[in-house]
T-cell receptor, first 115, second 114 residues
């Protein structure tokens, strides 16, 4: 079974600074997909970024980028120029290529951006 | 807004009540999902529907009964719930038909069982 671990229950960062959220996973699969979702206080879960394991290039979406280390089974999220609106719970999630879209989530990291 | 809506947003019910949660997606997707989000726990997948057919039931108690009348609508019928069923229930949808698809979530229904 796949597991996803987010070892930082809470983090905080000053506005405009950079923060990195950690995620590790355990799988014997060679092809899979990794996601970061954001859940603000309004509760709507929003996709932040997605990475295909067969791609060596790290995914980037504006201020959000990942550091995908396949051998280490690590998938960290870097948020640059943090904004107050980035305050949210961040979930790392794993999907096997053959799982029929089944997502396995980590426990989440609560990020607070301070003014 | 992600194109997935859920009603009601909040629900309080007694253990003997019967209620239903509704999810609607406006994305043209064919797969829909129910998740349970409890405090301090990862999201738990409950049910998966693909082209209106249930393809996964993740050992969910029978007091939760899903219904998918068409690809745009998903219901979760609740009866004889327990206080430990209090949680945020999230609906999601994806393109459908296979894996590697990104899921888009609704805002959730916050359920409190008294």
């Amino acid at each position: 079974a796949q597991t996803v671990t987010q070892s930082q229950p809470e983090m905080s960062v000053q506005e405009a600074e950079t923060v990195t959220l950690s995620c590790t996973y355990d799988t014997s699969e060679s092809n899979y997909y990794l996601f970061w979702y954001k859940q603000p206080p309004s509760r709507q879960m929003i996709l932040v970024i997605r990475q295909e394991a067969y791609k060596q290039q790290n995914a980037t979406e504006n201020r959000f980028s990942v550091n995908f280390q396949k051998a280490a089974k690590s998938f960290s999220l870097k948020i640059s120029d943090s904004q107050l609106g980035d305050t949210a719970m961040y979930f790392c999630a794993f999907m096997r290529e053959t799982s029929g879209s089944r997502l396995t989530f980590g426990e989440g990291t609560q990020l607070t951006v301070n003014p | 807004e992600t194109g997935v809506t859920q009603t009601p947003r909040h629900l309080v019910m007694g253990m003997t009540n019967k209620k239903s949660l509704k999810c609607e997606q406006h994305l043209g997707h064919n797969a829909m999902y129910w998740y349970k989000q409890s405090a301090k726990k990862p999201l738990e997948l409950m049910f998966v529907y693909n082209f209106k057919e249930q393809t996964e039931n993740n050992s969910v108690p029978s007091r939760f009964s899903p219904e998918c009348p068409n690809s745009s609508h998903l219901f979760l019928h609740l009866h004889t719930l327990q206080p430990e069923d209090s949680a945020l229930y999230l609906c999601a949808s994806s393109q459908g038909g296979g894996s590697q698809e990104t899921q888009y979530f609704g805002p959730g229904t916050r359920l409190l069982v008294l």
